[in-house]
């Protein structure tokens, strides 16, 4: 018996579940719901729990969105396509949606805003509640394998697990047989043919939550093609175990962190948090910078790679902070560990003066000028020895995907599979810290959502 389904969106996280709950509001709205039973539209999850990287985000407390989006807070694909889908579905309606399912968003100081629980599984059952109303059935643990075109839209192929005695399923083939009995799709299903499809299967960031890149394969076998780089956005970076910067491990503070080409050119800068460690680096600032400096590390020529620089004193750059040692310095017998004790943690001033190969009690009065210098710089653009990141296992998001410019950006609509719409962290779009990235997988769920609801047809 084949399972049919007028819209498959494949994969339920952020931008799954919400574009099956606003291609169900859709349907309903055109009166369709109620002439054809509510397994129209399906869900299907390869997890055994839904909604892994709902509940993790924004340390348990799921930072929604944030008060201020725009283009200028992502990377990928060019910024008027992403500002063309945010618009679509802004931060009001994100809050005005939340609200209306019973989960109020308050706006902590530095824009995120979280539910007022404190509590990501508010967000969450929200999300499934307002999909079980807009009659979205939602199955798993159901894992797609493949997805083929057929004459009619596309057969989904089910990745069975090895101990499923007794189901068969032929994809292609015309027939497809399930071991589910009753109207709609089961688990026991293992195909389902839909007349549209919404691919949402997220990226490749924290694998073990069921999104491991998959998605992209299924895009490629549908005829798109994938940014020729995909890679670790919003991840930690690391340096060489041994090196002093991991003596500081455990300490935070504001910095600015500033890309370089090799040329001196000034890439990308960000100042926020930056937390050592004892691998390296992080911290919202560190994690913002990640996807540039890979990027640019990718793209450089051999032996041009590029630098990333940290100052600790952000309202300082080399001159003025030089100038201000040799201020500080006209005081007879002012130490530099006096002086720069006022700006940063003793440990800090220890570590970066043995760092500059400077003694933090010399009187600076007696510091030769060029060492002086280097401390200067040592405390304002400081090279940091990076030596790659902590990989998808530690990254909060992948840049690369789905370009944009494959999509009809009105309804996410694939310009080279039509029926197959595409949402979320697959495509090639990769915010900031600080709820952009949910905004995305909402604004383009929703985009994805109405679209592939408004084509389906009454006769269908
Ligand atoms: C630790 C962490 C914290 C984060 N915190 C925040 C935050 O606070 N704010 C913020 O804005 N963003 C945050 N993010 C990023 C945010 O979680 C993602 O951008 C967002 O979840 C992407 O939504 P998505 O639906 O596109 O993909 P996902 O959330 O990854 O969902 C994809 C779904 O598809 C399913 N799937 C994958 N392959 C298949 C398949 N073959 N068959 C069936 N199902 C499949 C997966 O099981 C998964 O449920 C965080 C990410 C991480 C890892």
Redesign the pocket.
Known sequence: MARHADIAI?????????ASIWAGRTLQSRGLSSTRPSSRIVA????KK?????L????G??????HAVDETAYAGSSRNSIRNVLRRFDVAQTIEFFRERGVELKREETG?LFPVTDD?QTVLDALLNAAAAAGVQVI??????SVKRTDHGFAIQR?LPAESPGVRATVGGGVALGVGVGVGVGVGDVVVLARRIIL????R??PK???????FE?AKSLGHSITPRVFPA?VPLTIPKDHWLTSLSGVTLPATLELRSAGGKRLAAFTNSTLITHFGLSGPGVLDMSRYYTEAKLAAAPGAAPVLVLNWLPEENVESMDAALASAGRTRGTSILRVLEAKLAERVVRAICEGAGVDPSASLAELPKIKRRTLAIALTEMPLPVTGDRGYL?????AGGVPLAELKLDTMESRVCPGLHV?????DV??R?????????WA??YVAGCGAAAAVTTSA
């Open positions: 494949i994969g339920a996280g952020a931008g799954g579940l919400f299907l999850d390869g997890a839904l909604g892994a990287k709902i993790v985000a924004g340390g407390r799921c930072n929604v969105t944030h995120k990501a798993n643990p159901w894992r797609v394998a990745d949402a299967t997220g990226g960031s924290l939550t069921g999104s491991d890149g998959l998605g299924i919003l530690f990254a909060e998001a992948t949402c979320g962290e697959l495509c990769d915010g810290v600080g709820g952009f990235n949910f905004q995305w997988a383009s769920g």
